[in-house]
Structures are given as C-alpha cells and as structure tokens.
C-alpha cells in the first residue's frame, strides 16, 4: 500500500475510534451501585489518558508514513542521537507516570470496594460457585448461618452447601436458593466460595467482578440502588460449560424482598 494511502486509512481509523470513545458507543450499561460513579469516573480518566497516547502514536506513524513512505531509492541510514536507548528510557518514563497517577487517582474507586469495612447491618448472603452453576444462601429466622460440611455435598439430594439439617440447629432455617435476590438502597454483603476451581462474580451494572478462590472465602459489599433484573456471569473459563454458567440478581423494594424471602423459606 502506497505511504500517502496508508497515513490517510490511519487517520481515518484513528478518528473513527476516538469518535466512539468519546460518543460512549458500545459503552458500559447502566450503573446501579452506590460506588458504581466512582468506578466509572476511573475507568472515564484511564480511557482519556491512554486514548491521548493512542491518537498521538497514531498521527505519527500517519504522518511518517505521508511523508516518507513513497520515497524510492537507497538512502543512507541516520542513526537517532545516542541510539535507541533515550528513546526506550522517554516512553519507559512517560507510560510509568501515566500508570502510577491512574494507580494514585484509582485508589480511592478502589478502596471503596476492598478497603471499606461493611454496613454491620448488611443484608448476609452466603454464595457458592461451582461446574457449573451459583447458589444462594440466605440465614433463616434465626439470622445464622449452619456450619458447612463439604463431605455432605450433594446434587442429588439438593444439598449444594453440605448442610447437616440432622444436627446443626442453625441449618435448619437457612434458605438456598438458585437466584440472588437483595433490597433496594440497603447494603448488601456476600461472602463468596467455591467447592471446586476458579470461578468469578460479575454484575456488570453492579461494577462488581470477583474472582471465587478455592480454600478461601472471600467478601464483597455493595448497595444496589435500582430494581430490576440483571444477569451474573462468570468470567473465569472453567470448564466446558462456563459459557452457560450464570444466574440472575433481582433487586426489590423491602416489602418485595420480605415477601420473596418468607416463600423461599415455605419452599425449603
């Protein structure tokens, strides 16, 4: 491809893309957390400061091309001042001060999930993943959850948290269900774990995504503030049926939620 058509397809492409960042096509959806504005405002500033880059690296090259690309003829080779090196050590620097200010400005989106201890009046909800498919358990009247009993795991009996029912008192009103539903504008804490590999937790609207590590429970807290119905996915690749594996997070007003809560608990 001649010089001059290849910088003018480059700028075209260039424009094309910055049109779409800019304009949010194929954007993210809708936020509905408390913490969702901070994370979307990181991700907005990540987008800009790289897209910056982008566009520059891009026009260069484009105009490179223009202007050198169809010069025909052996030239003599010019070497850069003091080689490549100062070129290397420049972008080294600019592209770690661009990391290390996101980093720092990020810190507090981030802090704001990880770092920030829970409402001690959180909704509970106990999650487990596993090939391939999410449980829910919910305390039952009592507020405690049973102790866990892996060995007594069991799919055909709908056993999916290995509860002794027979001896643990506390077990005997947890509610487990396979849809995750919370109120409205309350905080919410969950505590996941999986009983076989790697799998993850993603509400995209939530601004949630996290990873489920076997061995280890890990929580997480938000606050949902709008109703509806939205789809949880796991994006970690485990197994042949990952690309089946989800459920559905249904957020409701308090009566709404009561009342779903009291025919779970009918149904166990």
């Known amino acids: 491809m001649p010089g001059k058509v290849f910088a003018v397809v480059v700028v075209i492409i260039t424009l094309a893309i910055g049109y779409c960042v800019v304009a949010h096509v ?3 959806p809708v936020d509905i957390s408390v913490h969702g504005p901070n994370i ?27 202007l050198y690309g169809d010069s025909k003829g052996a030239r003599k080779m010019k070497s850069f001042p003091g080689g490549a090196k100062p070129l290397i050590i420049f972008a080294f620097v600019v592209v770690g001060i661009e990391i290390l200010v996101l980093s720092f400005v990020g810190s507090k989106a981030w802090g704001s999930v990880y770092f920030t201890p829970p409402d001690p009046n959180s909704v509970r909800v106990d999650v487990q993943a596993g090939q391939f498919a999410f449980y829910f358990r919910y305390p039952g009247s009592d507020g405690k959850f049973g102790p866990l009993h892996p060995e007594l795991i069991n799919e055909g009996s709908q056993n999916f948290f290995g509860l002794d ?11 487990v269900t396979a849809e995750l539903a919370i109120p409205v504008n309350k905080p919410v804490l969950l505590t996941l774990h999986s009983k076989d590999m790697g799998h993850s937790f993603d509400v995209r609207e939530l601004r949630v995504q996290q990873d489920f590590v076997p061995g280890i429970v890990i929580p997480i807290h938000f ?17 042949l049926g990952h690309y089946n ?3 559905y997070l249904e957020v409701m007003s308090q009566p709404d939620f009561d009342n779903w809560v009291k025919q779970q608990a009918a149904m166990q």
Request: proline fraction near 0%; aromatic fraction near 12%.
């Open 26 to 28: 194929w954007w993210m």
């Open 223 to 239: 606050t949902a503030t709008q109703t509806g119905k939205f789809e949880i996915v796991c994006t970690q690749l485990c197994g």
């Open 245 to 247: 594996m989800k459920a």
């Open 165 to 175: 029912t027979d001896h643990d008192a506390d077990s005997k009103d947890d509610i």
């Open 40 to 66: 979307d405002h990181q991700i907005e500033e990540t987008v800009f400061g790289a897209g910056i880059l982008f566009i520059a690296g891009q026009l260069v090259l484009a105009a490179f091309s223009f």
